[in-house]
């Protein structure tokens, strides 16, 4: 299972979450420990589901995004869940995909 992902930079810092995932986020200090973090997330989201008797939801297969003027920078990636493996086999796919955008000088 693939789940898109939104990371959010601010500051220094970065967070990202699930759409497909509500209450799934991860903070850290760089894009690349947010993407581990939101990893393990993920990975221990569905395993508490699965062992509640939650239905796991269907992975979205496009992840839509608007640029604002509170957020410095977004990106758009995913993760690759294996389905019904433990938490270990999850890990991120991919390199953060960053919109090109063109931003307002203050």
Request: glycine residues 6%; charged residues 30%; aromatic residues 6%.
């Amino acid at each position: 299972m693939r789940f898109l992902i939104r990371i959010y930079r601010y500051g220094e810092d970065y967070s990202a979450m699930v759409p497909d995932l509500p209450g799934c986020v991860a903070a850290a200090e760089s894009v690349e420990k947010v993407r581990k973090l939101i990893t393990e997330a993920v990975g221990l989201h569905l395993e508490l589901m699965r062992e509640s008797g939650e239905k796991v939801p269907t992975p979205s297969p496009v992840l839509n995004f608007a640029i604002d003027e509170t957020t410095e920078e977004k990106y758009g990636s995913w993760i690759e869940v294996a389905e019904g493996e433990p938490v270990l086999a999850a890990r991120a796919t991919s390199a953060a995909a960053k919109p090109k955008t063109q931003r307002k000088q203050r």
